[in-house]
């Protein structure tokens, strides 16, 4: 996956020093652009234990952005989303986490 060669359209990005709008978890934001993986991370306030991906319109798989100092071309009205990295739909109310048991 190379972040930098495509924008969700299939369109080459701009390679221009300015500022882009773009949502993460729906709320609108103001990107330098290019920026990095880790400033999208801040930027959007993306809490430990979660994600961040790069919706990909199409068939195509959300990219996942790296939280590090990966360079990322953005295009205008992008959209991103934080999930929890991982995830455990058994656990939840009336249920031990760490046995599994039922705390019935």
């Not at 996956?1 to 080459?12: F, I, P, R, Y």
């Not at 952005?65 to 939840?92: C, M, W």
């Amino acid at each position: 996956m190379n972040l930098e060669q495509t924008n969700e359209h299939g369109h080459q990005p701009e390679h221009h020093n300015h500022e882009v709008e773009i949502s993460i978890d729906r709320k609108h934001h103001r990107s330098p652009n290019p920026t990095t993986g880790a400033a999208l991370y801040a930027l959007g306030g993306v809490p430990a234990g979660y994600d961040l991906w790069r919706e990909v319109c199409g068939q195509g798989d959300d990219e996942l952005v790296p939280n590090d100092g990966t360079k990322i071309h953005l295009t205008p009205h992008e959209k991103f989303y934080s999930a929890q990295r991982t995830l455990n739909p058994g656990a939840g109310e009336g249920r031990d986490e760490r046995s599994g048991n039922h705390n019935l």
